[in-house]
């Protein structure tokens, strides 16, 4: 996450950013929704072994082509390369750039350290989106865990057919694109028509439209859980998710993005760092939070936190600017 974000700051302009961000989005939403289509009917045919040897051949080939074949993105890299090459090619170790002050690769590593730490704890920006990032995948992470009570105790779904349902999350997060691209689009022409710049704030739309639809999907998967009433509403509150999540997680990577420019893998990495290390710890509890609490009322617990988190987005929108004064390393 960290690593590709940054390299579409480097790949990419500001304006140029808006029509390509949402596609690169989709791999840690899209990726965490697809998989588990596959491996249930692979669990479920071959036995859950198989599930891990796919993992470990795909993501192993995936790793040799990532090797083999992504070109580095990073300018100041890129140009430490090229002094090096001249300093063997001319013997002279005048070719030398700011980078190449900077000392070996422990210093390097170092310092990014030390950096990266500034931005996890006191980076007010980052601060704040961690804790917005978590509680939301607290509550995603928390929400797809119960999919087996949703819709195999109650649905008696198979291993296969349950985790079908997660197509439905993947089908919102692929409708969600067109309407980003769109919002991104109306807010480009009205900022070429003032001749202005579009705000990291501004980055932030999609998600101040769509943040009532995260509680109210998880309300209406909630009280509708029942029997007597179809899975398919359960599968509608589903993708209803889905195109609120992609919405918010687009929309405030994108903010991250802009408002720190070549600093944003930096930003990416605190933010994602503290995001998976807290909600994935989390999903221990949420088994038996389900069986004490019942799928309704466990829903119910995440719609209420989700409500809490809904007026977010328009905090930022309205105070994000005031906020990035303080930062050290914003850009914008």
């Not at 074949?69 to 890299?77: A, K």
Request: charged share 15%; net charge neutral; glycine share 6%.
């Amino acid at each position: 996450m960290a690593i590709y974000g940054g390299s579409l700051a480097d790949l990419f302009e500001r304006e140029e950013r808006a029509s390509v961000w949402p596609f690169f989005a989709l791999s840690p939403l899209l990726g965490p929704t697809l998989a588990p289509i596959a491996s249930g009917w692979i669990a479920e045919y071959f036995g859950w072994r198989w599930v891990e040897w796919s993992t470990l051949i795909i993501s192993s080939a995936i790793f040799v082509l990532a090797i083999l074949f992504l070109p580095e993105t990073l300018g100041p890299t890129i140009l430490s390369w090229k002094a090096r090459l001249l300093r063997e090619e001319t013997g002279n170790d005048k070719y030398k750039t700011e980078r190449d002050e900077q000392g070996g690769p422990f210093d390097l590593l170092r310092s990014r350290l030390l950096r990266i730490t500034s931005f996890i704890l006191t980076e007010p920006t980052t601060v704040l989106f961690e804790l917005y990032l978590t509680l939301l995948y607290v509550l995603v992470y928390g929400f797809l865990e119960g999919f087996q009570y949703i819709f195999t105790d109650t649905y008696d779904f198979s291993t296969g057919e349950r985790y079908s349902s997660f197509a439905a999350i993947a089908i919102g997060i692929l409708v969600a694109i067109p309407y980003i691209l769109l919002i991104y689009h109306f807010a480009s022409v009205r900022s070429k028509r003032n001749s202005t710049t579009i705000s990291p704030e501004g980055r932030l739309l999609p998600s101040l439209f769509t943040s009532p639809l995260l509680p109210i999907a998880l309300f209406w998967m909630g009280f509708t859980n029942r029997l007597d009433i179809s899975y398919w509403s359960n599968l509608s509150a589903c993708f209803v998710l889905g195109f609120a999540l992609m919405a918010l997680f687009t929309s405030a990577y994108h903010y991250l993005l802009d408002a720190y420019g070549t600093n944003s893998s930096s930003a990416l990495g605190a933010v994602t760092f503290v995001r998976y290390a807290v909600s994935g710890g989390v999903v221990i509890a949420t088994n038996p939070l389900y069986e004490a609490l019942t799928v309704r009322w466990m829903l119910t617990l995440l719609g209420g936190i989700a409500v809490l988190l809904a007026p977010v987005p328009w905090a930022f929108w309205r105070y994000g600017s005031k906020i990035r004064e303080k930062s050290k390393w914003a850009e914008s």
